[in-house]
């Protein structure tokens, strides 16, 4: 067995970075997530406010749905958070990838893996 592979990393470093983008995604719609429910409000008011029904709210909470970054800027406005992504080139290591994210001007995430 590869020891790379054993643990978790893959020799391929495309679909290395590709997993730790999803990660990367899928924590910051957690996140959003997190913020709708603490400023108490609905599926149905946000879906409201974005102009949609709760279903498609629903699927895009619970990554049913590849969404544009226009349907993240209209579920952000409807629950009033700030998203601000820094997008940095990757270093000379096949395994490492430098993103952070900040919401509301608060970082909640910074990888570095190598």
Same mark, same amino acid.
């Given at each position: 067995m ?17 997993? $730790?983008?999803?990660?990367d ?13 603490? $400023? ?15 279903s498609?709210?629903h ?22 958070? $700030? ?5 940095t080139p990757?270093?000379?290591?096949? $395994? ?19």
């Open positions: 590869d020891l790379i592979k054993a643990l978790g990393y893959d020799s391929n470093p495309k679909a290395h970075l590709a997993r $730790n983008l999803t990660r995604h899928h924590e910051m719609v957690k996140a959003l997530v997190k913020i709708r429910k603490d $400023n108490g409000l609905s599926l149905r008011k946000v879906a409201e406010d974005m102009g949609t029904d709760a498609a709210v699927r895009f909470e619970t990554g049913q749905t590849d969404f544009r970054l226009s349907t993240l800027r209209r579920y952000a406005i409807a629950i009033g958070a $700030n998203i601000h992504t820094t997008v990757l270093e000379n290591t096949p $395994n490492y990838t430098s993103v952070k994210t900040v919401w509301g001007g608060t970082p909640i995430k910074s990888i570095g893996t190598r």
